[in-house]
């Protein structure tokens, strides 16, 4: 059974820092890609970063140069660095495991900033 427990959200001002983080069980994070993503009512669902099993990251450009997704093997865990967090990053935010053949989210955790 494939779990995705997310968790490090919350309440945070403008410039302040947060780090979310994705506990996988049932299954090895460094064998796929994991993937971050945000949505915020009534938009799309935007991909914001994502690590390839190679250690290849990429990052939407709008949060380029602030947050940084990188992985612990060893915890099977997934992190999400988010630094000079602005009130735009507001959104709720969800990892995703995924191959060409299948996708895990998490249960999505809330991110507010605001003063």
């Known amino acids: 059974q494939v779990q995705l427990e997310e968790s490090g959200g919350g309440l945070v001002q403008p410039g302040g820092s947060l780090r979310l983080s994705c506990a996988a069980s049932?299954?090895?994070?460094?064998?796929?890609?994991m993937g971050w993503y945000r949505q915020a009512p009534g938009k799309q669902r935007e991909l914001v970063a994502w690590?390839?099993?190679?250690?290849?990251?990429n990052y939407a450009d709008s949060v380029k140069g602030r947050f940084t997704i990188s992985r612990d093997n060893a915890k099977n865990t997934g992190y999400l660095q988010m630094n000079s967090l602005e009130p735009e990053d507001t959104d709720i935010y969800y990892c995703?495991?995924?191959?060409?053949?299948?996708?895990?989210w998490g249960q999505g955790t809330q991110v507010t900033v605001s003063s």
């Open positions: 995703k495991v995924f191959s060409s053949s299948f996708e895990y």
């Open positions: 049932g299954m090895r994070v460094s064998l796929y890609t």
């Open positions: 690590i390839t099993r190679s250690s290849w990251t």
